[in-house]
């Protein structure tokens, strides 16, 4: 089976997920392709099982990175800039398949895709939203759970963007994954009112 779904994850990188067929994932992963269709009667239903199978080790990496026995220690801007640095580095590693994930869910309307996909960013978020809040006290903005929100709407959004669609854009208007990494956990640090924990002291005035 992880031959099969290995094979499927590389032609959905190259091609999409409508130009996936049951017989070219077959001869990509080197099983006859009549035993392939006696699993698997059609692409929708070969489909269901990669999905399943895709978002399954999603939520076990993000159990893993969020674990809050791991995280909660941390000081708050470490903590952010470890999850930017983690949905950079995500995004950058699985960017033919996120990507065409994408395009094919804002082109087609599949429900049980849809459903999977939501379930997924509902656990993920809360899960990520727990481990923050555990710094509440170091949060400034007056609503610190809308504040997280909308800080992870805006670096999953500008990361997304800029990685898995970004190859229209003039080399001058991109910006390498570690200065992204950087900038954006400036950026959600500064919304959520959270303190420079480098900041150099004030000089005494003489």
């Known amino acids: 089976m992880q031959r099969l779904l290995a094979a499927a994850e590389e032609i959905i990188s190259e091609r999409g997920v409508s130009s996936l067929t049951v017989g070219d994932v077959a001869r990509r992963a080197g099983t006859a392709v009549g035993t392939l269709y006696t699993r698997f009667p059609d692409k929708d239903t070969f489909l269901r099982v990669f999905y399943d199978r895709l978002f399954a080790q999603a939520a076990t990496a993000a159990d893993v990175v969020f674990d809050p026995s791991r995280r909660r220690s941390l000081p708050m801007r470490d903590l952010l800039g470890g999850c930017v640095s983690v949905l950079v580095r995500d995004y950058r590693a699985r960017r033919g398949l996120l990507r065409a994930l994408l395009l094919y869910v804002r082109t087609h309307h599949d429900a049980a895709f849809q ?67 950087t900038e954006l956990t400036r950026a959600i640090c500064a919304h959520l009112g959270v303190e420079n924990a480098h900041r150099r002291p004030a000089r005494r005035r003489s």
Do not use: Q, Y
């Open 115 to 181: 459903t999977r996909a939501e379930r997924f960013n509902l656990r993920f978020f809360a899960r990520l939203k727990g481990v923050i809040l555990s710094h509440r006290s170091e949060i400034r903005h007056p609503d610190p759970e809308r504040a997280i929100l909308v800080g992870l709407m805006m670096i999953d959004g500008a990361a997304k963007e800029a990685i898995l669609f970004g190859e229209a854009r003039p080399a001058s208007l991109s910006v390498s994954d570690p200065s992204m990494v």
